[in-house]
């Protein structure tokens, strides 16, 4: 398996969605069926466990047959990243073991945190990454994102990144993330490996020219994001601003109006999965957002759609 801290990884990681059928339970056929599609979109890497792909309603067992399931299916086509985020820290590094002893190429990390008023102090958030670190030997992305209300200062990042030995990797959703970006790899200089963005590449061009080499979005449709990176990285800026001009309607009305959703309704309409449903308290998106998230989807023939057909 390819050293991701010595070979820089860069491009497309989308987040796999996690199947269920209508009835709530996992669709595991439906689960191999997702990551292949996603390669055949010819994705860089894939992440599976994140918050797209409905971490919090999912069980620790549930959790830990998907991680076998994902890693034994990809068989090594492409890194696979296994999200391991939880608040305790004795969680995550059980997690961490168990994902590296079944082939994870890269862990991917929240900040440790249980609703607004329960976040640990800077202190606490180190000693957390490092806990995990210490017990594994591939890197670790930082997911820096509004969700877990925690603050994740520039000067912390750049230090957890000198100090702590597999963490090198950042996925930037904050606000303003292209500055956050510029002020990191400033901050951090070569210890800052993999600088990504995410939020289905809504704030992409302004985050790779703030120097990230690679998006982290959904699953939905990586074979014309995937285009925008590596024309970018190739220096042809022109055709990059082209392409995520071309994306961009499908992009707003991902991020902005379906959510997590949207992946699964255009792998069910395309035939890679049997259900869209998202489990309990999640609800299914309205009519009126399908039908224009199926016009736009259509408009660009992204693969997704016909993949199983």
């Known amino acids: 398996m390819t050293d991701l801290k010595t070979t820089p990884l860069t491009g497309i990681l989308p987040v796999a969605p996690t199947p269920f059928f209508e009835d709530g339970a996992l669709d595991l056929e439906g689960m191999k069926n997702t990551l292949d599609c996603l390669i055949d979109q010819g994705v860089d890497a894939i ?14 067992e549930e959790r830990r047959v998907l991680t076998k399931l994902c890693l034994e299916h990809v068989a090594g086509r492409v890194p696979v990243i296994v999200t391991i985020s939880h608040f305790s820290t004795q969680v995550a590094i059980e997690r961490a073991t168990h994902a590296q002893s079944l082939g994870a190429a890269m862990l991917m990390m929240m900040p440790p945190y249980h609703g607004v008023g329960l976040v640990p102090a800077a202190d606490g958030i180190f000693e957390h990454f490092a806990a995990v670190s210490d017990a ?19 000067p912390l990042l750049a230090k957890m990144a000198g100090e702590i030995e597999n963490v090198c990797y950042f996925k930037m959703e904050t606000p303003f993330a292209a500055d956050k970006l510029e002020a990191l790899i400033a901050a951090g200089g070569s210890d800052i ?31 014309k994001i995937r285009p925008i990176v590596s024309q970018y990285l190739a220096g042809d800026k022109a055709a990059a601003l082209a392409q995520w001009q ?30 869209d449903h998202v489990r309990h308290p999640l609800k299914p998106m309205t009519p009126r957002t399908r039908t224009r998230l199926l016009e736009l989807a259509r408009d660009l023939d992204i693969m997704a759609l016909r993949w199983g057909k």
């Open 47 to 60: 992440c599976i466990l994140a918050n797209y792909s409905e971490q919090f309603v999912l069980s620790d």
């Open 136 to 154: 594994i030997s591939i890197p670790i992305m930082i997911q820096d994102a509004p969700l877990s209300g925690v603050t994740l200062p520039v």
């Open 193 to 223: 490996i993999g600088p990504f963005d995410g939020e289905e590449a809504v704030t992409l061009l302004a985050d790779l020219d703030a120097g990230a080499t690679g998006t982290m979005t959904s699953g939905m449709f990586a074979d």
């Open 246 to 275: 071309l994306c961009l309607p499908l992009i707003n009305h991902e991020n902005r109006q379906c959510g997590l959703r949207a992946c699964k309704v255009i792998y069910k309409e395309g035939g890679v999965i049997a259900s």
